[in-house]
């Protein structure tokens, strides 16, 4: 099975201050898509940032950025000057470019980020 | 742009009884539409995927009979909770996607209880 893991269930961050929030990935393709999804209480899931595995820069939007290291499979979102509108459950994704995969959405076990003020 | 509903929000039925879920793509045509079922504070599980016109292609271990999927046209999907009990309440999410794009967009979700 291609899975995404986050090995994190819950990470905390003060105000300002910056977190890390880990994800890693199995898959034999050599094409496709990782996502960081946002899901607030509301539990509508907002895009955070997309990455496209062909290309070597990381990704940024904003206050959020990513590392991703393809041999590695590792694929981790940076969250700068933490606010408490951050605070949710926060998804990794791979979208899967080929096969039976194809065109499906992969979530990680999800991650509870909690901001403190 | 890219905004996708779900009706109702919130649904409560009797044990036995079908609910009906529906999905909407409101400002583009989808021509393929996920839906996925997430328990409280855990990942979102796919259950099946839809093309418009077509048969929907379920994942291994939900029942076909049990939630059906209808995909009639570009920018609405059906989820019929068929018979349903207890142990089906969950949150029910769908997402869609346009032909020729690899983004999925997410709709609000609608949260089922069977009592």
Redesign the interface.
Known sequence: AQTVTQSQPEMSVQEAETVTLSCTYDTSESDY?LFWYKQPP????I?VI?QEAYKQQNATENRFSVNFQKAAKSFSLKISDSQLGDAA?Y?CAR?G?GGTSY????????T?LTVHP | GAVVSQHPSWVICKSGTSVKIECRSLDFQATTMFWYRQFPKQSLMLMATSNEGSKATYEQGVEKDKFLINHASLTLSTLTVTSAHPEDSSFYICSARAGGRYEQYFGPGTRLTVT
């Open positions: 898509y509301s539990r509508q899931m895009l997309r459950m998804f979208l470019a065109g499906k959405l992969t979530f990680g076990q999800g509870i």
